[in-house]
């Protein structure tokens, strides 16, 4: 079982690049996506072969794309459970819902499959030191990962972010800094330094590696409903990765004739008070506009700009999904609601997808013999500040 990665690849402006070398984006500006030898890979890569395999995102080494198994960098990330509703499924005439929780990973989020694998091929590349702008759980993962690869650690993050975010990362070794603003303003932070001290970035889709982690919920999602993947996911959006990466990944599964070709609707939740993904899919344009003045207490959803908009988009609108906005008291109802009536302690963001599926059976846009997979992306206990405000 090796890696068959063959290549980077544009998805924009198709120029490719070799694997071996370390790359953020593009010439063009935009992101890059990683390439494999999928006929190889399927030899091995079997859903036979998969009960036997370890049981983290490592599982599926031929479509990863780290080399030599002794630079993988792992706390055992993936695998999360997909939890069947014991309520409000039956509450809502729903009869195949389903919560993909994220919020077991390790550092409480599904940020961790994302920069598992960043660190993973950073280290094989040779990197001494990362930095990285969050909302929160991104610099959550990559400071422990830096603190198992033994990398140096440097997290930019909102001064609004909820205090386990910066504690945690200070636990792990990394150094923490703070910016007025949102995590664009993080970004351009990120920037002056990357040209100033020489740090390797890690930020979302501007590294090719992070969504490879994440596009292993879509292989888990197949392999845990027995290769019949769900009618509709419902997907709350920041950057984007996961939602890119599962798309990513169905299409190699099709490849590995793990699939057939039909997909699951693809639906893209945001917040009120930060939709530039929503008002672009309302719009009908290819792009997004900056959101200004970003507000939302699911802080892993105040993205006001995504580099991978048209990527998002697309998968949204090829699949027939679609993108909706919810307000911030209807992610607290969805927050709760999770909490007391699954068992489940969710991230706000998790609270949004729930929310969002209310919205989606009332509009009748989720049917009742639908499968349906709301994610919760990250766990509850990271937020307490902000959480403890809204009970
Ligand atoms: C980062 C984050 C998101 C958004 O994820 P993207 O894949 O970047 O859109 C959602 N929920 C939580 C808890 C997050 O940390």
């Given amino acids: 079982m090796k890696s068959t990665i063959t290549n980077l690849f544009c998805p924009s402006c198709n120029k490719e690049y070799k694997h071996t070398i370390l790359i953020n984006l593009c010439e063009c500006g935009l992101p890059l996506l990683v390439n494999y030898d999928l006929e190889k890979a399927k030899t091995t890569l079997t859903k036979e072969s998969l009960p036997h395999r370890q049981n983290s995102m490592w599982r599926y080494t031929e479509v990863l794309p780290v080399l030599k198994t002794e630079n993988i960098v792992t706390l055992g990330e993936g695998m999360t459970p997909l939890q069947s509703s014991v309520s409000i499924g039956n509450k809502y005439g729903v009869n195949n819902l389903y919560f993909k929780d ?46 198992r690869a033994n990398i140096k650690c440097k997290v930019i993050m909102p001064d609004s972010t909820p205090d386990a975010f910066a504690i945690d990362v200070i636990y792990h070794g990394g150094e923490v800094e703070k910016v007025a603003g949102s995590i664009k303003d993080a970004g ?21 590696y992070r969504i490879e982690g994440k596009k292993t919920m879509g292989y888990e999602l197949a392999e845990q409903l027995d290769f019949v993947l769900p009618d509709v996911i419902i997907y709350p959006t920041g950057g984007g990765t996961g939602l890119i990466g599962m798309w990513k990944a169905f299409d190699e599964m099709e490849q590995l004739r793990w699939i057939d070709s039909r997909r699951p ?30 507000t939302t207490h699911a802080a892993g959803l105040r993205v006001p ?20 906005a919810v307000s911030e008291e209807a992610i607290s109802n969805g927050t709760k609601d999770m909490s007391c009536l699954e068992g489940i302690f969710p991230a706000p963001e998790g609270g949004a997808s729930l929310a969002a599926f209310y ?18 992306t990250g766990s509850g206990y990271k937020y307490l500040d902000v959480l403890k405000e809204r009970i």
């Fill in 359 to 376: 919205e989606l059976v009332k509009s009748e846009f989720i049917k009742q013999d639908d499968t349906v997979v709301i994610f919760n």
């Fill in 265 to 294: 609707k693809m639906v893209s939740v945001q917040s009120i008070g930060c939709a530039p993904i929503v008002k672009a899919f309302n719009d009908g344009t290819n792009n997004a506009e900056l959101w200004e003045n970003p």
């Fill in 102 to 147: 994220e919020s077991t990973n390790p550092t409480g989020s599904f940020k961790a499959r994302g920069l598992a694998m960043a660190v993973s091929k950073a280290k094989e590349l040779g990197v001494k030191k990362i930095i990285i702008p969050t909302a929160g759980n991104a610099g959550s993962a990559l400071a422990a990962y830096c603190a």
């Fill in 188 to 208: 351009v932070r990120v920037h002056e330094l990357v040209e100033n001290e020489n740090w390797f970035a890690v930020s979302t889709l501007k590294e090719p």
């Fill in 305 to 324: 700009g995504a580099i991978g908009d048209f990527l998002i988009l697309d998968a949204i609108r090829k699949s027939n999904g679609t993108a909706l």
